[in-house]
């Protein structure tokens, strides 16, 4: 990609799809342009986000590609390196495993950084599943939080919930949450088990898919028409 003329590149956010659907049904042209004019990627796995640029523009040099890992394993001392590029007049790009980048995404921590070395960053309009979740659930869309999984152990599980529920009546307030997909099913029985069969819950899974399945009840009439949500990525929106 030729020089940015100011000096500076800039760092885009660049929304993913949710699945294997195609990139160009989901996604505007806006994001073709970013993929087709950035060589610098910083991505959380390698392999799927080469995919996902050679979806997007299947002419682009591989070879030309350079991407700098993100992830769980990434050392915190080397993620100010990857916006380098930038610093010498070129643009660098942000892809998320799924979804829009810097929401519930590692991602993030490279847009503070970019914003203390005044890099421009530009956010790209894509999907979020948290945020079709809500707009699709029918709850409160003017004041509600994004809580990240649960914890794991069945009584600090439980309290969490309860938590979330007394929040979300006290203040009106949509309590969204997510759960790794092969214990979606464990999830949702725990939450009929243990919240106020009057409140409602929104499941929203397989966003933008040709499966999509989204449905919002009260956990009352959840019990008495249970769905399988196994390794299905799912969103669950709860509103006392």
């Known amino acids: 990609m030729a020089e940015n003329k100011t000096g500076i590149g800039k760092l885009y956010l660049i929304p993913t799809t949710l699945g294997e659907t195609e990139p160009l049904e989901v996604l505007p042209i806006s994001i073709k342009r970013a993929v087709e004019n950035i060589d610098s ?3 959380e ?3 799927t986000a080469r995919r996902f640029i050679k979806k997007i523009s299947p002419r682009k040099s591989q070879a030309g ?3 700098f890992l993100l992830n769980k394993y990434t050392e915190a001392a080397a993620i100010p390196t990857f916006i380098d590029p930038c610093l010498k007049g070129r643009d660098v790009g942000v892809l998320s495993e799924a979804g829009a980048p810097g929401i519930a995404d590692p991602g993030a921590e490279v847009v503070k950084i970019a914003h203390e070395k005044n890099i421009q ?35 600090e599980r439980k309290k969490a919930m309860k938590r979330l529920e007394k929040i979300s009546k006290e203040n009106n307030q949509s309590q969204l949450f997510i759960e790794t997909p092969y214990r979606n099913d464990k999830l949702l029985a725990d939450l009929i088990r243990i919240l106020s069969p009057h409140t409602y819950l929104c499941i929203a899974c397989d966003i933008t898919l040709p499966t999509e399945y989204i449905a919002t009840k009260t956990l009352r009439d959840w019990k008495k028409s249970p769905v399988e949500l196994h390794k299905r990525p799912a969103i669950f929106i709860i509103q006392a």
């Open 41 to 43: 990627y910083i991505v």
């Open 45 to 47: 796995n390698e392999k």
């Open 65 to 67: 590609l350079h991407l």
């Open 121 to 155: 960053v530009v956010p790209l309009v894509g999907p979020s599943s948290i945020f079709l979740a809500l707009m699709a659930s029918g709850m409160n869309g003017q004041n509600f939080a994004f809580n990240g999984y649960l914890p794991i152990d069945s009584n």
